[in-house]
């Protein structure tokens, strides 16, 4: 298999070691012990109803992940809370990959509105996926706010 998406959960040991693994460079900013503690609370929250954390494996190597979410601060719409690419493995079409696959997951929760909150190195990522920025600095993060809708079916 060239790719898959692995669902992570409490129990799925190996897969939270390559998760926390990952984590460390996508949280490289934050002090270690805040680092462990988030990236821990992240694998706690799974097997809630509507909230996935994937991993992606491309070409048998993690490539990233994503945890995503239906419904939450915004019922009815896709939420992007974390997303990350290893940096060895970006501009090659992946993070696009790995954002499809969460789309069409929170799609067939009938979600046709999504939103994140972005650090500015992403944006232009964000709007190659069809987000518009809304001008609005999230209280919570300090981030900017992007949305995407797409027609009902
Ligand atoms: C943002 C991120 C997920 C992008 O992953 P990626 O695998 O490189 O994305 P893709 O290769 O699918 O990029 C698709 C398109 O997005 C745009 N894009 C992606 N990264 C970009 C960058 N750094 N600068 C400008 N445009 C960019 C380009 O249009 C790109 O198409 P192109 O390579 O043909 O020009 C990755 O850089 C990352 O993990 N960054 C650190 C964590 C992060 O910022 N996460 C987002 C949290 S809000």
Known sequence: MIEEFHLVTRNTTSLVEVFMTLGKDYMNQTAENKREIFLQSMVDLQGQPNRWLLLYENKKEYVGFAHVRYGGDRPDWGWILEFYI????????????????????????????????????????????????????????????????????
């Open 86 to 153: 290893k940096p060895e493995c970006r501009r090659k079409g992946l993070g696009t990959q790995l954002y499809d696959k969460c789309e069409s997951i929170l799609r067939e929760k009938n979600a046709s509105s999504f939103w994140l909150t972005t650090n500015p190195e992403a944006v232009k990522f964000w709007e190659s996926l069809g987000y518009e920025k809304m001008g609005v600095i999230a209280e919570f993060n300090d981030y900017e706010i992007m949305e995407k809708h797409i027609p009902k079916f």
